[in-house]
């Protein structure tokens, strides 16, 4: 596995094994029942118990990106998040190997969660829904995880077509790295995006393919933990998708993945643990469809 350097406020953090990023959510909507912590309280022991069975990353989002999900104002996102902050901070005070990140596309959100000390903006748009996006994090000179959407949270599902989906998604990453690079923003993160404006068919092509996405040269974040790609295809619910993502974060880390996003932090380490013996040396060097 090719080893990436991620430059965190001065500390350089070498991902030379895949890392997981475990998910608390402080609001009343998101998909899965389970992750919504909408007290101090809840948020801390969640983030305690995700710290213990080894996530290396804590997301915190306020803003549901579901399908149909309820628009919140900028001013109640950074409220939710406002409220959580000052207590997870002081739980991983002392822990340099944890690091906070904030799931948000509003640029004013990322700067208040930056100047209070968050590490990473984690931007489900790729910057497309704040033209402002770019200047902040290029001011706080924070690593971005760029994910690719089509569409907005709210119409992203409303019949999502292209021409070739890795193709037009591989093209979207080589025209904004560059674009970044000039900025002044290096410790970028690709996120393809599954479920994000993309049919169950674009979902699986795209995790088939997902080497593709090692010719750009960054770190492969990817997020299918408990989602519709999962739960449709096995006609169950999020509640009982575990084997399911388990299963396919195992085909994410075949693909090249670096970082797993994930609800259910132990059973993910134990994935990757189990993937470094059966590939001691990296992901297995897949043949491509125009190679076989």
């Not at 299918?224 to 299963?247: H, P, Q």
Request: proline letters at 5%; hydrophobic letters at 40%; a negative charge.
């Amino acid at each position: 596995m090719p080893e990436f350097l991620l430059n965190v406020q001065g500390t350089i953090h070498t991902i030379s094994t895949p890392w997981v990023m475990g998910i608390i959510n402080c609001t009343p909507d998101s998909f899965y029942a389970e992750s919504r912590k909408n007290t101090v309280d809840s948020a801390v022991a969640q983030a305690e118990k995700m710290i213990h069975e080894g996530a290396r990353i804590l997301d915190l989002g306020a803003y549901s990106s579901r399908p149909g999900a309820d628009h919140v104002s900028e001013t109640e996102e950074w409220n939710r998040l406002e409220a959580i902050l000052p207590a997870i901070q002081k739980l991983i005070a002392g822990r340099p190997d944890v690091l906070l990140s904030v799931d948000t596309f509003r640029s004013e959100v990322a700067n208040n969660a930056l100047k209070a000390g968050v590490h990473i903006v984690n931007d489900i748009s790729g910057g497309k829904m704040d033209e402002k996006m770019y200047e902040v994090v290029a001011a706080h000179r924070c690593p971005y995880i760029m994910m690719h959407m089509q569409g907005t949270p709210q119409t992203m599902q409303n019949n999502p077509t292209y021409n070739h989906v890795t193709q037009d998604i591989v093209a979207f990453f080589s025209e904004k790295l560059p674009a970044l690079h000039a900025m002044g923003i290096h410790d970028t993160i690709v996120d393809v995006g599954f479920g994000f404006g993309k049919t169950l068919e674009h979902n699986y092509q795209l995790l088939r393919e997902l080497q593709a996405f090692q010719l750009l040269g960054r770190p492969i974040l990817s997020g299918v933990s408990r989602k519709s790609m999962i739960y449709k295809a096995l006609n169950t619910s999020a509640d009982e998708s575990l084997n399911g993502t388990t299963a396919l974060h195992m085909a994410a880390l075949m693909g090249g993945t670096q970082i797993l996003r994930v609800h259910d932090v132990k059973e993910a380490v134990e994935t990757i643990t189990l993937f470094n013996h059966l590939y001691p040396e990296g992901a297995p060097q897949l043949l491509q469809p125009w190679e076989r």
